[in-house]
């Protein structure tokens, strides 16, 4: 019979290919409890953490399965004990019969993925060019000013600020190199052209060396 976590699996593989993740991403199934829950409850979440894991076992109806967007499972682990907070919420998650999936980086890359949301800020004002992995490129058809920039990314994401760097802030954007996540790499490698970059997070220095390109840099 087919479990809970292989119909998610299935499903997800249609949303998100897994051929789409990055190569040094680590996606698909992380946990398939031995005796799985029947029940075809999934909860969703961004990152499996002790607190998802309390408000798992005490709903009177739990899941079967939980699809994490970021990798409970990234670095190795070279035991399973009660040690550390994940490898409790694994083991006790596997006790109670319930499964994990995570997307991360395919559901990134995906034709209407995260990097595919993040560009609609902007859906009215250019168009989409999304790369084969890791982000893609908005061109504006109109230039628009950083601040205008900005307050679109804070209305499209219900945010009250966006981090700016910039040298030139009264300067005019035409081109947007975006990756959601930490996309300092990826935008290093194919968005040299773009007038801006936009992403999730990006290491201290990385951000100075693109400001001092010239790149006005938003997180």
């Not at 409790?88 to 995570?102: K, N």
């Not at 058809?141 to 802030?169: D, M």
């Amino acid at each position: 019979m087919t479990t809970v976590i292989q119909q998610v699996a299935k499903a997800m593989e249609r949303i998100a290919p897994l051929s789409l993740a990055e190569p040094w991403d680590n996606v698909g199934i992380m946990l398939e409890a031995v005796k799985p829950r029947t029940d075809r409850r999934v909860v969703l979440t961004i990152d499996l953490t002790p607190s998802v894991l309390a408000e798992v076992l005490s709903l009177p109806l739990r899941p079967s399965t939980i699809v994490s967007y970021h990798p409970p499972i990234f670095s190795a682990l070279k035991s399973l004990t009660h040690a550390t907070p994940l490898q409790h919420t694994l083991l006790s998650l596997a006790r109670e019969g319930v499964s994990v999936y995570t997307p991360h980086t395919a559901l990134d890359n995906a034709a209407e993925g995260v990097n595919w949301w993040v560009a609609q800020a902007f859906r009215e004002r250019g168009t989409w060019e999304p790369w084969a992995r890791g982000g893609g490129v908005v061109r504006l058809a109109v230039p628009e000013t950083i601040g205008a920039v900005v307050q679109r990314l804070k209305l499209h994401f219900s945010i009250p600020a966006v981090n700016v760097g910039t040298l030139e802030p009264h300067r005019s954007i035409s081109t947007i190199a975006l990756c959601a996540g930490s996309g300092g790499r990826s935008l290093a490698e194919r968005g040299a052209d773009a007038d801006c970059w936009l992403t999730g997070e990006m290491a201290h220095h990385d951000v100075l060396a693109a400001v001092a390109q010239g790149k006005t840099v938003l997180l």
